[in-house]
């Protein structure tokens, strides 16, 4: 049974609910306005929680829109099932674990999920980046100053030192691990470099 809605539209629990009407549209009972499929998978992806309902007989209609969901998102080009997965998934309809599996791919989603985050938290604080900062923006200012220090040592320049902005920030050690790749690499092209100038 549906749970009961509050004046702003949503339920007890905070959950939008979303009614569908019998000419399929879909009705977004917070904000009072119709919505679509492409609407609710930005509030799934945004982390807000709702639930559809049949407008009529009240029926909970949100897994059968949930798989609709995917549906749209396969069949316009952003595959993320693999065929030999979903083929696998059909099988276990009728099978004696099928009463699992729910559960174990929950439990695997949300597995994935939190090592997903830890490895963001964990270069985020490898680069030193303030919050916002992505790791495309730390990997173009390393390149910048690698290519102005490198300027600077071709023949005409060779005899300016290279400036403290050139070199990549040493503040902390937490930097150094996921970096020294980086930094031997960016330290074999200026020796290389080096060698290049003091032949000119």
Same mark, same amino acid.
């Given at each position: ?126 680069? =030193? #980046? !303030? $919050? ?12 910048? &100053?690698?290519?102005?220090?490198? /300027? ?6 060779? =005899? #300016? !030192? $290279? ?12 930097? &150094?691990?996921?970096?020294?790749? /980086? ?7 200026? #020796? ?9």
């Amino acid at each position: 049974m549906a749970e009961k809605k509050s004046a702003d539209g949503k339920t007890a629990d905070g959950v939008v609910v979303i009614k569908k009407y019998a000419n399929r549209r879909l009705y977004n009972t917070a904000t009072s306005a119709y919505v679509t499929l492409d609407d609710l998978a930005r509030m799934v992806r945004d982390g807000v929680e709702f639930q559809v309902f049949d407008a009529k007989s009240n029926e909970d209609l949100t897994r059968q829109i949930l798989t609709q969901i995917i549906f749209e998102e396969e069949s316009r080009g952003e595959a993320l099932l693999p065929v030999q997965f979903l083929r696998q998934l059909i099988g276990f309809y009728g099978n004696p674990m099928q009463n699992v599996l729910p559960s174990y791919l929950e439990m695997s989603l949300e597995s994935f999920t939190r090592q997903q985050e830890q490895f963001r938290s964990q270069m985020s604080r490898a680069l =030193g #980046a !303030a $919050p916002g900062a992505g790791l495309m923006d730390e990997a173009i200012k390393h390149n910048m &100053a690698m290519f102005q220090q490198a /300027m600077r040592m071709w023949p005409g320049m060779a =005899g #300016a !030192a $290279p400036t403290p902005a050139a070199e990549p920030a040493r503040e902390t050690g937490a930097r &150094a691990d996921p970096l020294d790749e /980086m930094r031997r690499q960016m330290d074999e092209m200026r #020796a290389q470099i080096d060698r290049l100038a003091r032949k000119d």
